[in-house]
């Protein structure tokens, strides 16, 4: 097992690297240039000479890749071109309110899936089968965005019972920064609590016809405890999988949502920073996204491990 591990680790380094190369790359061929566009057209040629100069722009690609890399492990990523400021520390920033924002999304989204869809599989073809269907359907279809607006003009326009957008702080106190970011996960959540109830009334349909099952059936014992101590632990494979897939696209998909509600999270970051061509910033949040996406890969790998004893014997 720890050598299995270990491969898995390797194999998060390589592919790691690999993708800060590419976002690198492509970001180097977006067209126009940082120095141009920071300081106008106006700008003489010696002037923006100057600014590129500063910013290392005159230096090869492989040469800026070496040193934003070396930058990377050191923590050091680079100043905002915008802002003026340490990107490591404009994430850290956005990032105070993307995860929090990530966090809620998904324990709403997993306490709505998982007792809809298990109960829908335990009873199928019954009234809460036929609703499972329907909100999973409706759910998926409707974008997050719309869901978004549909809540401030209810709970914000018209009762007047949450904000409309904007984000306090966590230093205002935790209930209103809690509270400002109620909405936005509510609507995050909510279609990805479809894909979760469908996943989990399949993973859930497909154990309660196994061998074991049936097995524990004959044994006496009674539906709830065959449901909930073998087929639910069996179907967990599929639903971690699912879970780990939305948690980073509720931290890297949230940009539609943020802006929104207008919160200041690392969503906006990117769309800020690419709106005014801050390659600094736009690299290191997608790497940032990119090396969160595989880190969350490598975690259901483990959880894999430690749910199936199949795998820890390398069958």
Known sequence: ???LVLRRVAGLVLTLLVVSLLIFAVMDMLPGDPASIMLGTSASPETLAALRHELGL?????????????????????????????????????????LPLA??????SVAIAIPLGVTAASRRGGIVDAVATVFSQVSIAVPAFWVALLLIILFSTTLGLMPAGGFPGWSAGVWPALKALL????????????VLTRVTRSAVLDTLH????????AKG????????????PNALVPILTILGLQ?????????????????PGLGR???????????????????????????MNFLVDLSYLAIDPRLRKGI
Do not use: K
Request: charge should be neutral.
């Open 58 to 98: 005159d230096r090869s690609l492989l040469v800026r890749y070496a040193e934003w890399l070396a930058g990377v492990f050191t923590g050091d990523l680079g100043r905002s071109y915008t802002y003026g400021v340490p990107v490591a520390g404009l994430i850290f920033e956005r990032l105070a309110v993307t």
């Open 210 to 217: 196994e061998d074991f099952t049936r097995t524990a059936r």
């Open 1 to 3: 097992m720890i050598a």
């Open 183 to 194: 909405m936005p996960a509510v609507a995050l959540a909510l279609p990805q609590a479809g």
């Open 221 to 232: 014992l009674s539906s709830a405890t065959v449901l909930w101590r073998h087929s639910v």
């Open 247 to 263: 948690f980073t696209f509720l931290v890297a998909g949230a940009v539609l949502v943020e802006n929104v509600f207008n919160l």
């Open 103 to 108: 966090l809620i999304a998904i324990l709403l």
């Open 269 to 295: 970051l990117a769309y800020q920073a690419l709106s005014q061509r801050d390659i600094v910033v736009m690299q290191d949040v997608v790497l940032f996204f990119a090396g969160l996406v595989i880190l």
